[in-house]
Structures are given as C-alpha cells and as structure tokens.
C-alpha cells in the first residue's frame, strides 16, 4: 500500500464503498468522500494515496478525470482489496446463489475460533455489506459477478486474485441478465482459470456448470468438491450429523443450506479449522439466513 494516509472515495453512499471508507478511517486513515449529489473535483490533489470508484462511478466523472490527469492511483473495490491484502491468503467466495450464506459462515466459525482474519461480505442477509481490514493473515471475500465498475466490464471477482476460491451454485436465471448465458458461464471459467498454482478450488459437485469447470485440467489446482451434508430432523427441529454420528443443532433450514454449511466446511479445513471446531461453532449461528 502507499505510505500516504488519504483516500478519497468517490460514490461513497453506496453500500460497499461506504463500509470501505469506515473500515479504513478505523484504521487511522484519512478518508474523503463524495457522491453524485455533489462531486468535488477540488478534493482530489496529488497528496492522495489513491482513489477508490464506486460502481455508479462513470469513465467520464470530473472526479476520476482530474486523478487521472494527477497520475493518482485509481482503484476499484476489488483492486483496492487486493492491493491492501497482496500479503494475506486470500478466500474469494462466488456463485450466483449461496455465495452470501457460505461467506458468513466462514466468517461467523472464524471469529467464534478466535482466529485474525479480515473480510468483506457484500449482501449479508438482512442486513448492511460488512467491511473490516487489519494486518490479519487472513481475507474472506464474498465477490459478486456484477462488473467492478463501470470503468471495467470484467467480473469484479477476477480482481481479487483469489488463492482459495469456493464456488456454491452456478445459475444464470439468478443473475442480473445483462449478459448472455454462455458470457455468464464463461465468467466462472475465468475465475477457476485464474487459481494460482497451488491453489484449491471448492465447488459443489451438485451443481452441473461448476462440475464441468472443475473437470478442466488445471496444472497444480487442489480440486475439493462439497455435497449436501449429511442432517436429521427431530422433534420439528433440525440437526447436522457430525463425525461421530452426534447431533448439532442447526439454525438453518433447507437442503441448498445444507449444501452451503458443506461448502464453508470443506473452505475451513483448507486454512486451519478442524471439523470438530466447526461443529462447535455452527451450532450457535443465529438462524437469521433465508430458507433456501
């Protein structure tokens, strides 16, 4: 990262950038901000670390124009997440249902385990994005397939340069329709594609598109696929079944849930977190997810 303190952000009143400059103004960073109701092109000056572009952010704002004309650094929330964990391993979550559900589960085990990790969770259910940065060793991301912004037309979950990717459910009449099927499948493609050597790819094996990906021979790419995990209902309530055929409470309902609290599960293991912990940990997730 730049050794400056300032960042200004423009579209800042959108969900994910204003989550972003609170995340960073915790840290002690200077942050400045502007929306379309008032652009100031006045606040970008060279002693800027750099710019972060919202979505709604167009090529032609005078805000992006000036950093441009500056030689500043202009970011979108990807690149910029990226950029500030280049040093961390990085989770990347994606799919066109789920995704939201596996990285909250990830980050609720992480944090009942106690363990430093950063994240950034775009559409947690019910609620507001969540940002939060540190020096943590650690970044769960769950990245959505819409473009980083209207600068760029790639997926902004390219840009994350992910070196554990989980892929939950493939689904094109999910998504916002503003590609064709085979450009949307293709996407996906690109995001397994880009797993690093030595890398690990998690995927659904449920899932059709995911599965025809994941057979593509990629040099040195771990594959882990995940299913619907294993569960009972008992007296109206329901019931995971873990390792030794004991019973764990569940808070989520539904075998898409139950293929998604696998999916977080096979993610843990790969940085560190037993399946006996895992138990421990689902079973005091608050039911606050959609029935899927």
């Not at 000056?45 to 709604?56: F, M, N, P, Q, S």
């Amino acid at each position: 990262m730049a050794t400056s303190k300032r960042y200004h952000v423009i579209s800042v009143n959108e969900n994910l950038t204003g989550k972003l400059a609170e995340a960073l103004t915790t840290l002690g960073y200077s942050v400045s901000g502007s929306d379309e109701t008032n652009w100031q092109p006045d606040k970008i000056t060279r002693d800027l670390a750099g710019v972060i572009v919202g979505i709604r952010a167009s090529k032609d704002n005078p805000e992006v124009v000036k950093a441009q004309q500056l030689g500043l650094k202009v970011y979108t929330v990807p690149e910029f997440v990226y950029d500030f964990s280049q040093d961390k391993q990085r989770l990347v979550v994606v799919g066109s249902k789920g995704r939201n559900i596996i990285a909250s589960i990830i980050v609720h085990v992480l944090a009942d385990q106690k363990r430093e990790f950063d994240y950034m969770i775009h559409t947690a259910p019910h609620q507001q994005a969540q940002v939060a940065l540190s020096d943590a060793p650690l970044i769960v991301v769950e990245a959505g397939d819409n473009p980083s912004s209207s600068l760029y037309h790639t997926p902004s979950f390219i840009k994350y340069k992910h070196h554990i990717g989980v892929i939950s459910m493939i689904d094109w009449q999910s998504s916002a329709k503003n590609l064709s099927e085979d450009d949307y499948m293709r996407q996906f493609d690109l995001f397994a594609d880009a797993t690093p050597k030595g890398g690990i790819l998690v995927y659904g094996e449920m899932d059709k598109v995911a599965t025809v990906l994941c057979n593509k021979e990629r040099p040195d790419v771990t594959y882990v696929p995940f299913k619907t995990h294993a569960s009972t209902t008992e007296g109206g309530r329901d019931f995971l079944i873990g390792n030794h055929k004991e019973r764990i409470p569940l808070g989520l309902t539904g075998k898409q849930n139950l293929q998604y609290i696998s999916g977080a599960l096979e993610a843990l293991k790969k940085i560190g977190i037993t399946q006996d912990q895992f138990y421990k940990s689902i079973a005091t997730l608050e039911a606050s997810y959609p029935t899927a």
